[in-house]
């Protein structure tokens, strides 16, 4: 089966960093994906990983390692208006469009 | 650039009517859109996807007869939830990619209530 494993919940302080981690198994893989999805809002693209390595923008960063079936979301020097959910998704082709795997999401708390 | 709206944003409707979603990629044009619903608290679940001017792709275990899907233009694609029962009620969301945009973008969603 095809499956994206993510923390249920996180919590940290504002300012702080935190890291938000996201494994996978799936049949096919063109890239790691990350969203991030406030109560009520759709969700809103973050970053796209394609290749291993570490990708920049901003106070948030994404990381990939393809051989470890593995990312993770940075986020840098917390604010409260990150508060939100965070979901991975793998970028599938099937029939020549290309999918979205969704992991479950993280809840992201942040305390002041 | 790459905006999707969703209309309308929220929508109360009795047991048993039926509704219509639009979907409309405001700045580029859209090969290929995605319909998801989202239950509270739980990630985003594929209904279908829809090329323009082809038969939308159903997901497992969705119903092609109570969710038609139609992709007229490259800027629209409509969902309309047929017959409506209380246990369709859900945020449902669309989202748009195409040749001028690498990623899914997301319409704001669409809140159904029945009754």
């Known amino acids: 089966g095809q499956s994206l494993e993510q923390p249920s919940e996180v919590t940290a302080v504002e300012g702080a960093i935190v890291q938000i981690n996201c494994t996978y198994q799936?049949?096919?893989?063109?890239?790691l994906s990350w969203y991030q999805q406030h109560d009520g809002g759709a969700p809103t693209f973050l970053s796209y990983?394609?290749l291993d390595g570490l990708e920049e923008t901003g106070r948030f960063s994404s990381f990939l390692s393809r051989s470890d079936s593995y990312g993770y979301l940075l986020l840098q020097e917390l604010q409260m208006k990150d508060s939100a959910s965070y979901f991975c998704a793998v970028r599938d082709i099937e029939d020549s469009n290309y999918q979205l795997i969704w992991g479950a999401g993280t809840k992201l708390i942040i305390k002041p | 650039g790459a905006v999707v709206s969703q209309h309308p944003s929220w929508v109360i409707c009795k047991s048993g009517t039926s509704v219509k979603i639009e979907c409309r990629s405001l700045?580029?044009?859209?090969?290929?859109m995605f319909w998801y619903r989202q239950f509270p608290k739980q990630s985003l679940m594929l209904m279908a996807t829809s090329n323009e001017g082809s038969k939308a792709t159903y997901e497992q275990g969705v119903e092609k007869d109570k969710f038609l899907i139609n992709h007229a233009s490259l800027t629209l694609s409509t969902l309309t939830v047929t017959s409506a029962h209380p246990e369709d009620s859900s945020f449902y969301i669309c989202?748009?990619?195409?040749?001028?945009?690498?990623?899914?973008?997301f319409g704001p969603g669409t809140r159904l209530t029945v009754t």
């Open positions: 799936t049949s096919g893989f063109y890239g």
């Open positions: 989202s748009a990619s195409g040749v001028s945009v690498s990623e899914q973008y």
């Open positions: 700045d580029f044009q859209a090969t290929t």
């Open positions: 990983n394609a």
